[in-house]
């Protein structure tokens, strides 16, 4: 299993390209669940980065869930306000490290867009090996001509969900951790039922993102490769973001035929009619 594009770059291949017009830096910090923004430490950016605002651009405001998808229209004119060409090699980072670039990383991808990676380490690897910073971010010269092209593929909503419980060629993986999983710790969103969904394993995406920073392949074998023998996975978490590190972790494995439950817990855990099972699954 081997990929020929590069999913995950270092800090010195970015510095590298710097000045290369092919490439666009995004810095997609989203904050995680009980913070805010301004609760991310930003001591400035990587010269040239662009912002992709997961928060309030690239994404449907108007779903009445935290985090879904935007059209496939919206998607195309925020990309072509950043100056986003098809053509374009795209770097993608945040302010955590490795926390919601996955989630950029997997957009791009739903979109049709495979030149997309992501900077190992994120800003403070950046920061931490010495290459320059500057207070403001890029800002583009030319509108681009982005066009997306949706790849459904890598999309699952509830009814795909509730329609392959019953189908033991596909499995859910819940990137929560074993203690929400399990239904042993309440959701920190209110309204939220504790459990998963029956017959989903589980995966927490905490050493997940430590594999991935130390490029620890064993590790993430030892991880996936016990829960990805389907032939369709499906990647959950509470809200959609945390699920898509464990889509980019096995993607850097190699594995393909899975998708992204975008509604995720936020969506089933509050709607009553959908099963639930609180406890672990045997593998």
Request: glycine share 8%.
């Amino acid at each position: 299993m081997t990929n020929e594009k590069p999913l995950l770059v270092p800090p010195h291949w970015l510095h590298q390209r710097l000045k290369d017009e092919n490439v666009i830096i995004l810095d997609a910090t989203l904050p995680k669940v009980g913070q805010t923004l301004a609760d991310v430490p930003h001591q400035g950016n990587i010269p040239g980065a662009r912002r992709m605002d997961l928060q309030n651009v690239f994404v449907n405001k108007d779903s009445g869930l935290p985090n879904t998808i935007p059209t496939p229209e919206a998607f195309q004119e925020a990309c072509r306000e950043l100056g986003i060409n098809n053509q374009h090699q795209l770097v993608i980072y945040d302010r955590h490290g490795f926390y919601s670039a996955p989630r950029a990383w997997w957009l791009f991808k739903l979109m049709g867009h495979e030149q997309v990676c992501i900077l190992n380490g994120g800003f403070p690897r950046w920061e931490m090996e010495g290459y320059p910073v500057e207070e403001a971010y890029g800002k583009p010269v030319f509108a681009g001509n982005f066009v997306s092209e949706f790849n459904r593929k890598l999309y699952k909503s509830q009814a795909d969900v509730l329609a392959g419980l019953v189908d033991k060629k596909q499995v859910v993986i819940d990137a929560r951790s074993a203690v929400r999983y399990e239904g042993i710790e309440p959701e920190p969103r209110a309204g939220m039922r504790a459990g998963h969904m029956p017959g989903a394993l589980n995966i927490h995406y905490a050493p997940v993102i430590q594999a991935v920073l130390n490029r620890n392949m064993d590790v993430l074998k030892a991880y996936f490769d016990p829960r990805m023998g389907h032939e369709q996975v499906t990647f959950s978490c509470g809200s959609g973001i945390t699920a898509c590190i464990l889509a980019f972790g096995a993607s850097l494995l190699g594995y393909e035929h899975w998708a992204v439950y975008d509604g995720s817990w936020s969506e089933w855990g509050a709607n009553p009619e959908l099963p639930i099972y609180q406890g672990a699954e045997v593998l």
